[in-house]
Every structure is written in C-alpha cells, then in structure tokens.
C-alpha cells in the first residue's frame, strides 16, 4: 500500500471515527499552535494520560511500517510513558514505543518485553517542532527490526522478538501522566509499493477543499454541500442512487504551497453514509488534473448502514483513493500548477434499495518544501588599516 | 500472495462486456471477519469486514484486485473526454483509469495501460501483476504453475508470458522500471526483458 495514512488532523474534529478512531480527553484540535495547515492536535495530560488512537489495519500484521508524526512538547512528561506507540490491536497489547523522560530525553523500547532499546536521545527542546520517526519491520515477527529518528537521524536500533504483529497507532502520554503535546503532519507507511515505502521524511499536510463546481454535478446539491470543516454529516449532503452519476468539484488552489515544492503524495478523502440501515447504494472516489483529464477512480465504496464514517465502511479507515504521480500512471509527480486545475468527486457505481450520501470530500495533499539557498555574496575585501 | 489482474477495455463493447464476464466467472469474492477491540480493550468479534477476491481453483494462498484500463475514446461522438465505460464494469469491483483530455494517444494497446496497472498495483501492494492479453487463452492452471516458478525462492524469474497474460513483480518494477513509453508496447516488452536479464532476473 506504500502511504497507508495521513493525518494532518485538517478535519479539526475529536469525534470517533471522524479523524481518529478514538481521542481521549484532553486531546483537543487547535489552529493556534501548528505546523502546517489549519489545525493541529493538542494532547494535554493532567493525571490520566491522553490517547489518540488510529488502526491502519484490520488485523494485527507481519509487516514493514513506518511512522512519522511532527511532535511540538510544551511541558514533558512527569515520568517516562509512551506517546507514540504501535499496537498489535487498538488498545491492546501494546508493542513498541518512543517513549519521553521527565528531563525531556526520549528511548525507543520494547513494550512486550519491557526493555529499551539502545540509548537515550539527546533534549528535545520544548515549544519547537520536532520530526519523529518509528519503523517497526515486523515481517519476520521472531526478528523485528525497529529504529527511531529525531529530524532524521537515529537515535536508537535494534532488533526484538515480538510474539504478534501490529495494526494500530497510539499517540499521547499512556498512564497516569502530565504532560503537553502537540501533534501534527502524521503519516504511516509500509513498505509495499515503489513509493512511500519507507521512511516518510519531511512534509506538511493541508487539506484542498472543492469551491466551484467542476465537470459534472449531477448528484443532489452542490459543492456547496461537501465543502465544509468540520464535516456536518447530514445537515448539509449530496446524494444518489442513480447508475453513474458523478460529481467532480474544483478545488481550492494550494496557497501555501511554493511552485517548487514536492509533492509527496494526495489522498482524495470522503465523510459518507447511506440512507438505510443496509442495502446501500455503492460510490467511488475519484479525481483528475484538469477538466476534462484522465480521471482514475478508487475501488466500490458501499455504506454499510447510516452511520456517518470516514473514508472506508469499516476499519481500517485509510484513504481509498491514493496518488503518487498525475492520473494516468504519467512518472510525472503533482505540481501545484496541477493541484490548481484539478477536480476531486464521486460516481454512483452500484444502485442498491438505498442512496448512497456523502457529507464532504477532500483533497489532502502531503508536501516538502523546497527551501530556496541564498546566493553566495562575494567576500568583502579584508583591509588592514594597520599599514 | 497478492496480486493484481490489469483489464484493457480497448475492444468493442460486447467484447469488453465478455471480458468481464468471463473474468467474473473465474473469481469468488471472499468476506473475511476479523476481530475488533472497543476502547477499554474488549474483543468484539467479528467488528470488521474485509472483502477481497480469489481465484478459483488457484491452489496458491492470494487475493486478486482487479485494475480496468478504460483507453481515450476518439470514436465517441457525443464527447470523448466523456469516458463510456463497460456496461457491466460494477461487476468486477476495482480500481480503474479512463483517459481523457491531455491523453489523446492512449488508444489501443498503448504501453502506458501496462505501466498504469504495474505501477498502481503495485501502490495497493500487488506483489504479482498480470496484464490481460487474451481473456479466452487464460486458464488458471497456467496461472498456478506460472506463479510457482515466481514463487520458488531459487528462480530468479520475474517476468513471465504466454498467449494469455504477462506478469511482471514488484521486484522486477524496482530493478528494472517499466515500459519505454518512446517504443511500441512489442518493443517495449522485448526491451523490458533485455534489461531484466542485464540485471540478472530471467524471463519465462
């Protein structure tokens, strides 16, 4: 799958299922203290700990995986506890972990066996942002190898015995702890694929959503219905159950983005549900780089009741519709030039008894600037006034 | 094993309709419950659902994904960035690509429908991709017996080809890249083998 998910919590929303699988209180989106987009996620822990939970598969798996999460510490940990952790289920049985120390040290340990793994890091400086890494390649479990960056270097490695594999993501203070956290730009990969299948590296998160209609809009509303954040579920929708109707919508152009800038990756995500408790009408995903363009669709996505979700009918909710280059399987990568032109929708793939309803759509798009270097300035003269 | 199963819809309707239901015939969607955890760490049994698609009588552990190509569409004529796509396309569930405007020349047997399929596959985490040629010579004997030669730890096979399909790995995509777009598909075929033996992988 290469880019399993993304997160730059751009949803700005605690809700189940929303974003997350689960956030705990004291987890809170703000747009005050961030890293790139609009929202981040704050963890505050004042006694209980503070868990934002995500499973990116549905079954505890032998796998390469590769997890990065931009972590920004107003005040750290009273004593050492995990926050950031892969799991072999979602709260249960908890693996491997980068754990923080009081004095603002981190260590990489095995949770199943209750050991660290290599030494502790150096400070991590509060208030600033910090790029986190965590692979776990558990493909042999008896033989997983796990590493952990800070900013890109290694801090600590080695290989464990895991007795399962993982499938879930923890992020914030597990325990009785305090202590503040801010999360954003998150990202998990395995190591399938030809992209994204390794470390993530650097990179900002934004979400692009639609603001005009683009080719087609033959659903029930308008754009005007799926553009909104937080997603309003059913207070504003569109809706069909009518064989290959499709709405695409133009997007919002990428004003934080500089014209050089990589494009990682963008991820087409949807808030849906169907109208009855079972026998809904199936949707797919998809997307184009200018009107009229090639257009590459995701697989059937089929509600399976009228319960508002995020991305997939069941966990694990990882994006359906995932790009690395244009449309069409050009090695051309996105360009902002590109994301400006392009249209994101949907098609009623499969009629059923009941319509198929989607409450937003949107582009999120994983990007690295590139710096610009300034121009050597030539060497003032060295004049020696002592003549 | 995962592997992938890319469809070209470059034929006349009817016949891109017996594409897929012949394929279709040949495949068994699977549901698969898998066990959940609520937030206090409860197992609840069978929480989620997982469907994929098997191959009938395969006789190899695998799940199949299917990847249609839908060409550009000149002799439309109403609109040809208008893609029609295969009447009964919602039959085999899948991930599909239609060409439009920018695309003109994907028509026919384009070497970029090859490409799309391997290199998308391979992003949803196919490890074996086979490009349809011929959906009336496909037979999933030789299938079986053409993944086991991918199989076998001692073979260094990474392409394979008959009448019916071809099939290229991950690992030949990592090794050796894809098709020269510049040459005819024939060409870019005999010249992806080349490098696949330049690189020390064997053809089969």
Same mark, same amino acid.
């Given at each position: 799958?290469?880019?399993? $998910?993304?997160?730059?919590?751009?949803?700005?929303?605690?809700?189940?299922?929303?974003?997350?699988?689960?956030?705990?209180?004291?987890?809170?989106?703000?747009?005050?203290?961030?890293?790139?987009?609009?929202?981040?996620?704050?963890?505050?822990?004042?006694?209980?700990?503070?868990?934002?939970?995500?499973?990116? @598969?549905?079954?505890?798996?032998?796998?390469?995986?590769?997890?990065?999460?931009?972590?920004?510490?107003?005040?750290?940990?009273?004593?050492?506890?995990?926050?950031?952790?892969?799991?072999?289920?979602?709260?249960?049985?908890?693996?491997?972990?980068?754990?923080?120390?009081?004095?603002?040290?981190?260590?990489?340990?095995?949770?199943?066996?209750?050991?660290?793994?290599?030494?502790?890091?150096?400070?991590?400086?509060?208030?600033? $942002?910090?790029?986190? %890494?965590?692979?776990?390649?558990?493909?042999?479990?008896?033989?997983?190898?796990?590493?952990? @960056?800070?900013?890109?270097?290694?801090?600590?490695?080695?290989?464990?015995?895991?007795?399962?594999?993982?499938?879930?993501?923890?992020?914030?203070?597990?325990?009785?702890?305090?202590?503040?956290?801010?999360?954003?730009?998150?990202?998990?990969?395995?190591?399938?694929?030809?992209?994204?299948?390794?470390?993530?590296? %650097?990179?900002?998160?934004?979400?692009?959503?639609?603001?005009?209609?683009?080719?087609?809009?033959?659903?029930?509303?308008?754009?005007?219905?799926?553009?909104?954040?937080?997603?309003?579920?059913?207070?504003?929708?569109?809706?069909?159950?009518?064989?290959?109707?499709?709405?695409?919508?133009?997007? %919002?152009?990428?004003?934080?983005?500089?014209?050089?800038?990589?494009?990682?990756?963008?991820?087409?995500?949807?808030?849906?549900?169907?109208?009855?408790?079972?026998?809904?009408?199936?949707?797919?995903?998809?997307? @184009?780089?200018?009107?009229?363009?090639?257009?590459?669709?995701?697989?059937?996505?089929?509600?399976?009741?009228?319960?508002?979700?995020?991305?997939?009918?069941?966990?694990?909710?990882?994006?359906?519709?995932?790009?690395?280059?244009?449309?069409?399987?050009?090695?051309?990568?996105?360009?902002?030039?590109?994301?400006?032109?392009?249209?994101?929708?949907?098609?009623?793939?499969?009629?059923?008894?009941?319509?198929?309803?989607?409450?937003?759509? $949107?582009?999120?798009?994983?990007?690295?600037?590139?710096?610009?270097?300034? @121009?050597?300035?030539?060497?003032?003269?060295?004049?020696?006034?002592?003549? | 094993?995962?592997?992938?199963?890319?469809?070209?819809?470059?034929?006349?309707?009817?016949?891109?309709?017996?594409?897929?239901?012949?394929?279709?015939?040949?495949?068994?969607?699977?549901?698969?419950?898998?066990?959940?955890?609520?937030?206090?760490?409860?197992?609840?049994?069978?929480?989620?659902?997982?469907?994929?698609?098997?191959? +009938?009588?395969?006789?190899?552990?695998?799940?199949?994904?299917?990847?249609?190509?839908?060409?550009?569409?000149?002799? +439309?004529?109403?609109?040809?960035?208008?893609?029609?796509?295969?009447?009964?396309?919602?039959?085999?569930?899948?991930?599909?690509?239609?060409?439009?405007?920018?695309?003109?020349?994907?028509?026919?047997?384009?070497?970029?429908?090859? +490409?799309?399929?391997?290199?998308?596959?391979?992003?949803?985490?196919?490890?074996?991709?086979?490009?349809?040629?011929?959906?009336?010579?496909?037979?999933?004997?030789?299938?079986?017996?053409?993944?086991?030669?991918?199989?076998?730890?001692?073979?260094?096979?990474?392409?394979?080809?008959?009448?019916?399909?071809?099939?290229?790995?991950?690992?030949?995509?990592?090794?050796?890249?894809?098709?020269?777009?510049?040459?005819?598909?024939?060409?870019?075929?005999?010249?992806?083998?080349?490098?696949?033996?330049?690189?020390?992988?064997?053809?089969?």
């Amino acid at each position: 799958m290469a880019r399993l $998910w993304s997160s730059g919590l751009e949803l700005n929303s605690t809700t189940s299922a929303m974003e997350f699988e689960s956030i705990s209180a004291g987890g809170t989106t703000v747009s005050s203290i961030i890293r790139s987009g609009i929202y981040a996620l704050r963890s505050n822990s004042t006694g209980s700990g503070q868990q934002s939970r995500f499973a990116f @598969k549905s079954a505890a798996t032998a796998d390469g995986f590769y997890v990065r999460a931009y972590v920004r510490i107003d005040s750290y940990a009273n004593a050492i506890a995990s926050f950031i952790a892969l799991w072999q289920a979602t709260g249960s049985n908890q693996k491997v972990a980068i754990q923080m120390n009081s004095d603002g040290t981190l260590e990489l340990w095995n949770i199943e066996d209750s050991a660290q793994i290599g030494s502790d890091s150096s400070v991590l400086s509060l208030n600033t $942002w910090h790029l986190l %890494e965590l692979k776990v390649d558990c493909t042999t479990i008896a033989s997983t190898a796990i590493e952990a @960056k800070i900013n890109g270097t290694a801090f600590a490695s080695g290989t464990i015995n895991l007795a399962a594999g993982i499938s879930s993501i923890q992020l914030g203070f597990q325990g009785s702890i305090t202590g503040d956290l801010y999360f954003d730009d998150i990202a998990i990969n395995d190591d399938t694929g030809s992209f994204q299948n390794s470390w993530p590296g %650097e990179g900002k998160i934004i979400h692009l959503k639609p603001n005009a209609a683009g080719d087609n809009s033959a659903w029930t509303n308008d754009y005007l219905s799926v553009d909104e954040v937080t997603p309003d579920n059913a207070t504003t929708l569109v809706s069909s159950n009518t064989l290959d109707q499709i709405d695409d919508h133009n997007i %919002e152009a990428p004003a934080s983005l500089g014209t050089s800038d990589t494009i990682n990756v963008v991820q087409v995500g949807v808030r849906f549900n169907g109208v009855g408790a079972s026998a809904n009408a199936s949707f797919v995903l998809r997307i @184009k780089a200018s009107a009229s363009g090639t257009v590459e669709e995701s697989s059937a996505i089929t509600p399976s009741d009228a319960t508002w979700v995020t991305n997939a009918a069941a966990a694990p909710r990882n994006y359906s519709l995932t790009l690395y280059d244009l449309p069409g399987g050009s090695t051309t990568a996105w360009t902002k030039a590109d994301l400006e032109a392009a249209q994101i929708g949907y098609r009623l793939s499969a009629t059923s008894t009941n319509a198929a309803q989607v409450s937003t759509v $949107w582009l999120l798009v994983d990007y690295t600037p590139v710096y610009g270097t300034l @121009k050597a300035k030539p060497r003032r003269p060295v004049i020696n006034w002592k003549i | 094993m995962k592997i992938a199963i890319t469809l070209v819809h470059n034929k006349s309707d009817a016949e891109n309709a017996a594409q897929i239901e012949s394929m279709f015939s040949l495949v068994t969607e699977q549901t698969e419950l898998i066990d959940g955890t609520d937030d206090e760490g409860n197992v609840i049994i069978g929480a989620f659902e997982r469907h994929f698609y098997t191959l +009938n009588d395969l006789g190899i552990p695998h799940e199949i994904e299917f990847f249609h190509v839908i060409p550009f569409q000149p002799e +439309n004529l109403s609109d040809p960035y208008i893609a029609v796509l295969p009447s009964n396309l919602s039959l085999l569930k899948g991930r599909n690509v239609q060409y439009g405007k920018g695309d003109e020349d994907k028509i026919g047997d384009h070497p970029r429908f090859y +490409n799309w399929g391997l290199k998308r596959a391979t992003d949803y985490g196919a490890e074996a991709v086979i490009h349809m040629e011929d959906y009336k010579k496909f037979s999933v004997a030789d299938l079986a017996f053409q993944l086991n030669t991918l199989i076998d730890p001692n073979d260094k096979t990474e392409f394979l080809e008959d009448k019916a399909v071809k099939i290229t790995t991950l690992d030949l995509l990592k090794e050796v890249g894809q098709l020269d777009e510049a040459k005819s598909k024939e060409q870019a075929i005999i010249d992806l083998k080349q490098r696949n033996i330049e690189k020390g992988g064997k053809n089969g």
